[in-house]
């Protein structure tokens, strides 16, 4: 089965909370600010419940974007150790597994 969400997607969503807006996680991401807010809504669409909803001009996380944040920080961590990994053996050092 392959994941419907991107690392993408679960990068920009961990960028808007850690940054507290769209805005911010769109300069920090070098995106535009309808990009990170299309990667959210996709997001949202994608899920069984929303990870972020809007309330007024402020993004705020729902319960289960409060659990999901904690496994896209994961997610994305690990993801960051493999590549750590491939760039390792492409020097010519083995892997500890």
Same mark, same amino acid.
């Given at each position: 089965?392959?994941?419907? %969400?991107? *690392?993408? +997607?679960?990068? =920009?969503?961990? =960028? %808007?909370?850690?940054?507290?807006? #769209?805005?911010?996680? &769109? @300069? !920090?991401?070098?995106?535009? +600010?309808?990009?990170?807010? #299309?990667?959210?809504?996709?997001?949202?669409?994608?899920?069984?419940?929303?990870? *972020?909803? *809007? +309330?007024?001009?402020?993004?705020?996380? =729902?319960? &289960?974007?409060?659990? *999901? #944040?904690?496994? &896209?920080? +994961? !997610? !994305?961590?690990?993801?960051?150790?493999? @590549?750590?990994? &491939?760039?390792? !053996?492409?020097?010519?050092?083995?892997? @500890? %597994?």
């Amino acid at each position: 089965m392959n994941p419907r %969400v991107s *690392l993408e +997607q679960w990068l =920009t969503f961990k =960028t %808007v909370v850690d940054s507290g807006s #769209y805005a911010m996680a &769109a @300069e !920090l991401l070098s995106k535009s +600010q309808s990009s990170v807010s #299309y990667a959210i809504s996709r997001l949202n669409e994608q899920l069984p419940q929303p990870v *972020l909803i *809007l +309330q007024g001009r402020k993004a705020v996380m =729902t319960d &289960a974007g409060r659990v *999901l #944040y904690r496994h &896209a920080e +994961q !997610l !994305l961590n690990q993801a960051n150790q493999a @590549e750590a990994v &491939a760039n390792s !053996l492409a020097l010519g050092f083995e892997s @500890e %597994v």
